[in-house]
């Protein structure tokens, strides 16, 4: 628009395809061990278009879209984002659980609208720690909440959670119809970040074990026999009610206790029947008390000891030594 010697002229700006070419105007770069869909429900958001109608516009309608996008990203859908955020392929890619040496143990996702499941009482598709959606900087869901084998947080030592605080229902990011971020509920519009309960030390110390084994077997470690372990922990079968289902179909609350059981030699809802895939959840157990991590074994066996032993990270000073100083601090002012 300028003024000119007979009035105002208007004149059309250039058009926004031809200035930012066929970018998206607002990127947002996955965050690290970010799942897909997370990266997809902030990347709708951030240009302004609510998830639900994101999917359709990427060629995946329906129910879901992004949590089964996570599970299988079409090569079409996957160069579409490619040009659209200028983030190379194989790291798009990588955001996925496709291909996944682990899917045994992912948490399933159903066919129909996944917070239709009675509360409570039936696996969710993801999980999260409400304390990590509260300290990021911008909230998003990791990959290693979708594995059944997960029931705290490593970072917070706090339990997951698996269904909203407020309403139970499962995640359903993919229906929000409204410009919301994703770690509010989809369903009935509460915040997700509700504290949870600490888990206790035998239950995580089960939990980095498996965790521990899983990262061997994903970086190309076997057992012996050619067994791959996330079959063989996925394949046993526990009593939940009237039914028998793999650790996967369990809810979140019942995995947990699961883990308390096996940590603390309580009777275990294994059944009468013995298999491979029962012996090595028992094996596992019995480790997991004195097990302490790749990271501490590794750095114990391989690297050299420092000269005295560091501070605990959890000890605080002793009263003593402050007293001490103080004391020391309080003489040096009174000589000034
Ligand atoms: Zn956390
Ligand atoms: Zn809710």
């Not at 899983?214 to 067994?227: D, K, N, P, S, V």
């Not at 059944?271 to 480790?287: E, L, M, N």
Request: charged share 20%.
């Amino acid at each position: 628009m300028r003024l000119g010697p007979t009035g105002i002229s208007v004149t059309p700006a250039q058009r926004y395809e031809s200035a930012a070419g066929s970018r998206w105007p607002v990127s947002i770069m996955p965050a690290p061990g970010e799942l897909l869909s997370s990266w997809l429900h902030r990347l709708a958001y951030a240009n302004g278009v609510p998830p639900r109608y994101f999917g359709a516009f990427l060629g995946a309608p329906g129910e879901n879209w992004s949590a089964r996008l996570d599970r299988a990203l079409p090569d079409r859908i996957l160069h579409l984002l490619r040009e659209h955020t200028r983030i190379p392929l194989e790291d798009i890619a990588a955001l996925t659980v496709a291909l996944d040496p682990l899917a045994r143990l992912r948490l399933p996702l159903r066919p129909g609208p996944q917070p239709i499941c009675a509360p409570g009482m039936q696996a969710t598709w993801l999980q999260f720690c409400p304390a990590c959606l509260a300290e990021d900087e911008t909230p998003y869901f990791r990959r290693g909440w979708s594995l059944a084998t997960r029931v705290s947080c490593f970072r917070h030592g706090c339990r997951l959670r698996d269904r909203c605080p407020s309403c139970g229902r499962g995640l359903a990011p993919f229906r929000q119809k409204r410009l919301v971020p994703h770690q509010i509920c989809a369903v009935c519009g509460a915040a997700l970040c509700k504290r949870t309960r600490p888990a206790t030390d035998g239950v995580r110390r089960l939990e980095r074990l498996i965790d521990d084994l899983l990262r061997l077997h994903a970086a190309g470690h076997r057992i012996g026999e050619g067994r791959s372990l996330p079959d063989l922990l996925g394949s046993a079968s526990f009593q939940s009610g009237e039914k028998r289902v793999s650790i996967a179909r369990l809810p979140h609350r019942d995995r947990y206790q699961l883990f308390g059981q096996l940590t603390e030699g309580r009777s275990i809802p294994f059944g009468k029947r013995k298999s491979p895939a029962i012996s090595c959840w028992k094996r596992v157990a019995q480790a997991a008390p004195t097990w302490r991590g790749l990271a501490i074994s590794f750095s114990e066996a391989a690297l050299p000891r420092p000269a005295a032993e560091p501070c605990s990270a959890s000890a605080g000073p002793h009263l003593a030594d402050l007293v001490q100083a103080a004391t020391r601090l309080h003489q040096k002012r009174q000589a000034l």
